[in-house]
């Protein structure tokens, strides 16, 4: 069986056109309402990028202050270190006091002392030792004039300590260089000089030191000098250096 249409033929053109028209107007739609969406989260994007860019350049600036006192303390520093390493060059690593302590321990009553000196000397080669000796610096409790003597030494040295005094015999004299010899403060004890000599004790307790005239004198002169209250003593000196160094 045939079917017949008797809708007319514009009017099935006309519901087309309207069925596509309403798909057309809904796809149109959708796609303003998702231009719509991505315009608001491309704002959001920008307003926060914004925020971002502020917050970097704050930071940028707040880093650039720090890199600035970064670089000062760094300068700082570099110049400390420049003076730590002046100071240990010329730092004289001896302890005065302790060895002043450690030589008045060895000496005893019938020793006095006249004079002890530091005297820092450079390291020399063994080869030039004999050839070549550089005393700068003297360490003593009064003025020096160290521009008289050139400039002090720096870096590695060594302190060489001369002791000079009146010992009541030459026996307290060897006994001293051998209590010297066992201290853990020095090495290389020589004995530069040691000779007798007489003191003359007066009524107000003073001393006074006379020449060495032990070969001139006759042992009756001996006698009476003592007899009249002259004291032999004997005049020394001793050389020796500071044990804190090891030479390698």
């Excluded at 004790?201 to 001139?216: M, P, V």
């Amino acid at each position: 069986m045939k079917e017949i249409d008797f809708l007319p033929e514009w009017y099935k053109s006309g519901r087309r056109r309207q069925i596509s028209y309403r798909t057309q107007y809904t796809i149109l739609g959708g796609i303003f309402v998702a231009m719509m969406v991505w315009n608001f989260i491309t704002s959001y994007s920008i307003s926060k990028a914004k925020a971002q860019v502020v917050q970097m350049a704050t930071k940028q600036t707040q880093a650039e202050k720090v890199s600035a006192k970064l670089a000062e303390l760094i300068n700082e520093m570099n110049t400390f270190h420049k003076r730590e390493a002046l100071v240990e060059r010329i730092d004289s690593r001896i302890n005065v006091t302790g060895v002043l302590a450690e030589i008045s321990y060895l000496i005893d009553e019938r020793i006095v002392l006249s004079k002890i000196e530091l005297i820092s000397e450079k390291f020399v080669d063994r080869q030039d030792k004999e050839s070549f000796r550089q005393v700068a610096g003297v360490v003593r409790a009064v003025q020096s004039d160290f521009a008289a003597r050139g400039e002090l030494p720096i870096g590695d040295v060594r302190f060489k300590v001369l002791i000079t005094g009146v010992a009541a015999d030459a026996s307290d004299v060897a006994a001293l260089i051998c209590k010297l010899e066992n201290s853990p403060y020095f090495c290389q004890v020589v004995l530069s000089y040691s000779r007798n000599t007489y003191i003359e004790a007066r009524n107000s307790g003073t001393l006074r030191l006379q020449k060495d005239q032990s070969q001139e004198l006759s042992d009756t002169r001996r006698d009476n000098r003592k007899f009249e209250g002259n004291i032999r003593v004997s005049n020394f000196e001793i050389n020796c250096y500071l044990a804190n160094y090891r030479e390698q």
